[in-house]
């Protein structure tokens, strides 16, 4: 092995164990970055190192292009990476919920990124078999990228300034390509207005993962309503509505489409059917309704709401975005319960052609 | 000579500016001997319960300790320090000022920024956070230049409470909020 003799394993350990004592990691070993690294980073973007990429008021933090590429080459991070880390970040400053007190928040959500384009097949995103991960570097790589930024650079640290009551399992992890190639609609950057072909990353916050598992029926409707029986479960209700998206299956996808349902159809069929009746609400104590939208137990009922009836959370196709991504063995979906309200706008990663355009 | 492991931090950067002037926080406003008297300001974050634990701490200042009136005011948004024109109004128009329920990750923060913004601007406040988030409230104080920063607590939880609990609590908190408040005895 002239090749694997050559590097030293003690040195790099020694490397690894003083980031450890920086407090930079997020538990796991990371990636100790020199200069020559980072440039190798910074020449895959036309950005200025000192350009500043994010900023969170409440903690008088801002984010700069250089900040950001040792974040990601820490984080295991190839360098030609980066441009999708620097879209990622921004798309998710788009959150509003990210902007304010998200990061911070005792529900310790998680960011949900989605690449869509080429760049999945250049760098090597899974969008097929285990979307959701582990085992992809680009996905696991760029996703932690993000927590540490949030880390090291706002300085947002677990039971400081950030005060998770439990956190959630995947939070810095989660990020899936969308299966463009086995989706029946079109992909989510295009939805939102992306030309074709655009690479292009979107993101949002979320409180948490749940799957639905049904290869029980051919049925659209009855596939539907087990999604509507998920997403309308009052322990996620915590405001008068809520926002929640799907992650389909390719299964799940084709049999909807092939039933005629466009991703639009989806949407406006679980804005409809999903929510809870009043005496349900009731018997959670979320029949109530506040002036600033909380849910809390009313003293009597139908008290902040209209009628003793069906109540529905989803108010807006905004509020239920869809994409597709796993593989097409077996019907197998996830919702994925949005923190705040996905801004909608997905960020265009930059190009090496672009990158080298702004360099020559 | 090998290459320097990089710092992914930035640094730790200057504290935050809490004063009009950009500078940091850190000085206490002038203290009172005691509340007879005092225009009371309460700074609402709209958090479940806020709103009646502040106007009962309101109510008995003035009812127990003289204070001469009490103006309440709401700010929107929890997450975020309030802004400037809210707190010109508080300075202004206030001698003392009660903010919170810092009862979340990110409004336990900024009620205490608010604290010591209003210090800075020459109003002596009394910031309110549940007990359980004393580790963001001491993060953010040192941050806003205020290491050390003092505040009162009630139990947590806060938001579950019924109004008369939310009362008791305010009952409670009282005489922290006073001690706040006050120039300590023998004090010059």
């Known amino acids: 092995m002239p090749g694997s003799a050559r590097l030293d394993p003690d040195l790099a350990q020694l490397a690894i164990e003083h980031c450890y004592e920086q407090d930079w990691s997020d538990g796991l070993p990371l990636v100790p970055v020199s200069q020559p690294l980072l440039d190798r980073f910074l020449a895959q973007s036309s950005r200025g190192p000192q350009e500043i990429i994010g900023s969170l008021e409440q903690v008088g933090r801002e984010c700069t292009v250089e900040l950001a590429a040792i974040n990601a080459a820490m984080a295991g991070c190839r360098p030609e990476y980066f441009p999708v880390v620097l879209a990622a970040f921004e798309a998710l400053m788009l959150d509003r919920a990210a902007r304010g007190g998200g990061f911070q928040s005792t529900s310790g959500p998680a960011p949900l990124i989605v690449v869509n384009g080429p760049v999945r097949g250049e760098l090597g995103f899974n969008a097929a078999g285990g979307a959701f991960g582990p085992g992809f570097r680009a996905n696991a790589t760029v996703a932690r990228s993000v927590g540490l930024i949030v880390r090291n650079v706002f300085g947002i640290k677990p039971q400081v300034l950030e005060q998770a009551t439990q956190g959630l399992p995947g939070r810095w992890s989660i990020c899936i390509a969308e299966n463009e190639e086995e989706s029946p609609w079109e992909p989510l950057a295009a939805e939102a207005g992306l030309p074709a072909g655009t690479s292009a990353v979107s993101a949002t916050l979320l409180r948490t993962c749940e799957f639905v598992d049904n290869r029980h029926t051919q049925d659209p409707q009855q596939v539907l309503w087990d999604f509507a029986d998920t997403i309308s479960r009052t322990g996620a209700l915590i405001f008068k509505e809520t926002s929640c998206g799907v992650v389909f299956c390719p299964e799940h996808a084709q049999l909807l489409a092939g039933a005629g349902f466009t991703k639009n159809d989806v949407k406006d069929w679980l804005i409809e059917h999903c929510g809870r009746t009043q005496a349900e609400l009731r018997r959670a104590g979320k029949d109530g309704v506040s002036e600033n939208h909380v849910r809390f137990a009313a003293d009597e009922p139908g008290v902040g709401e209209s009628g003793g009836g069906f109540t529905r959370i989803l108010p807006s196709r905004q509020h239920v975005p869809v994409m597709v991504a796993g593989a097409r063995n077996a019907a197998i979906s996830m919702v994925v319960r949005v923190f705040g309200l996905w801004s909608g706008t997905p960020v265009a990663v930059e190009t090496r052609a672009d990158a080298a355009a702004a360099a020559s | ?188």
């Open chain 2, 1 to 188: 000579m090998p290459n320097a492991i990089l710092d992914p931090t930035g640094g730790a950067g200057p504290a935050l500016a809490s004063a009009p002037d950009g500078a940091p926080g850190g000085a206490l406003a002038p203290r009172r001997a005691d509340l007879a008297g005092a225009r009371v300001g309460l700074l609402v974050n709209t958090k479940q319960n806020a709103d009646l634990f502040l106007a009962e701490v309101g109510r008995l200042l003035v009812e127990r300790h003289g204070a001469a009136s009490v103006l309440a005011r709401t700010k929107v948004n929890f997450a975020q320090p309030a802004p400037e024109d809210l707190l010109k109004e508080l300075t202004t128009e206030c001698d003392v000022v009660i903010t919170g329920i810092g009862d979340c990750g990110s409004c336990s923060a900024s009620a205490v920024t608010d604290g010591v913004l209003l210090e800075c601007r020459g109003t002596p406040a009394a910031v309110i956070c549940s007990d359980a988030f004393r580790g963001s409230a001491d993060a953010i104080a040192g941050l806003r230049g205020a290491p050390g920063y003092r505040y009162a607590t009630t139990p947590h939880p806060v938001a579950v409470l019924n109004p008369d609990q939310v009362r008791d609590r305010a009952a409670a908190v009282l005489p922290d909020v006073v001690a706040l408040l006050v120039a300590a005895a023998g004090a010059s």
